[in-house]
């Protein structure tokens, strides 16, 4: 087989390999697509936002446009974190005057089995940087330059859940 | 007696490219929002390993080093089996791409191995997250958009390996290296 031959069948190669990526991922998100709790709808990759254990909202990828960015460097490794604050999330979904400062937030993950909380009054404290960070694989990440929430093992990748509840 | 695929004096430059992989990637902090760059540090090491060690499984050994010290220094968001299998699948992933085309030395082929061989690392994460069932992507173009980052970060990183191996032949690396051997 020429040199030629071998390039344009490794180039065939990698647009298999991502075809089929796409493929599944396409496949996987229409099965899943829009899946409705009462009358709340759940897009695809939506994070379902629980108060007092009701489902009130979903924070879904359309509410991005209503949000802004946000960064800070991570003093421990260096690496710049950018998202959105679970403060303006839960704000988008939740009126202010129903979060309390005693209020407990819990963010978790499902498939990695960790969760943490934080208070409104430490959400809302722009200073902690209390927010999500999308992760290489698109999956939203909370980290925070608080104590409990300032390294690589108190981070909650994979969020899959938000709990807000009366202590 | 038997003559060993590799000489202790390519394992062990094995071993340093290995090492300075991990290294860059605790070290280089480069200022890009894009999921995968490392890939251009990464992938121009691995390039280089495999044009100064021109045997098939040499790329392989960078990758199973590489992944046992990041995998042992907490390295990644993911735990340490994803860190391992990772940083393996780069290695694996890069040997039989080369395998298939040849020689590192030509920019072509070490881009194209580049970005291979990064592309392994990414499908080696994407399978282990629906294997632990996290959940799906937040946002439906970020998986596309962290693909093409791997994939062009990856080829520029086997291009600046390619051009590394030339600047390193120029400079009679290799005839030192036949020496040592």
Not at chain 1, 113 to 132: I, L, P, Y
Not at chain 2, 57 to 76: D, K
Not at chain 2, 108 to 124: C, D, E, M, N, Y
């Amino acid at each position: 087989m020429s040199q030629k031959h071998r390039i344009g069948l490794g180039v065939l190669m990698l647009l298999l390999l991502v075809g089929a990526v796409l493929g599944i991922d396409a496949l996987q998100r229409a099965r899943s697509e829009k899946d409705s709790v009462g009358e709340v709808v759940l897009t695809a990759g939506s994070v379902p936002i629980y108060l007092d254990g009701k489902l009130v909202a979903g924070f879904q990828p359309t509410d991005l446009e209503h949000l802004a960015k946000v960064s800070f460097v991570d003093p421990a490794e260096g690496k710049t974190q950018e998202g959105w604050l679970l403060r303006d999330v839960l704000l988008l979904h939740i009126k202010r005057s129903t979060l309390k400062a005693t209020m407990l937030i819990s963010v978790s993950s499902s498939s990695r089995s960790k969760s943490a909380q934080v208070t409104w009054a430490e959400a809302d404290d722009t200073a902690n940087w209390v927010m999500f960070d999308l992760a290489g694989r698109g999956t939203l990440k909370l980290v925070s330059v608080m104590d409990k929430l300032d390294s690589r093992d108190e981070w909650v990748q994979d969020v899959d859940r938000i709990e807000v509840t009366n202590p | 007696m038997r003559q060993r695929y590799f000489s202790t004096f390519q394992l062990i430059l094995l071993a340093q490219f290995a090492a300075l992989i991990v290294v860059a990637k605790i070290a280089l902090r480069l200022p890009l929002q894009l999921s995968g760059h490392s890939g251009l540090f990464w992938m121009a090491i691995m390039i280089v390993a495999t044009g100064v060690v021109p045997k098939r499984g040499a790329a392989t050994v960078v990758g199973l080093t590489s992944a046992i010290l990041a995998a042992f220094l907490g390295l990644g968001d993911f735990g340490a089996l994803d860190t391992f299998l990772s940083y393996l699948a780069v290695g694996v992933g890069t040997d039989l791409i080369l395998w298939l085309l040849g020689s590192p030395e030509q920019p072509v082929i070490a881009a194209l191995a580049g970005a291979l061989g990064h592309f392994a690392k990414f499908l080696v994460k994407w399978a282990l997250a629906g294997v632990v069932g996290a959940p799906m992507g937040f946002v439906a173009l970020g998986l596309l958009k962290a693909i093409v980052s791997y994939l062009v970060f990856g080829a520029l990183g086997g291009l600046l390996g390619a051009l590394t191996l030339a600047a390193l032949r120029k400079a009679g690396f290799f005839a030192y290296l036949a020496e040592r051997k």
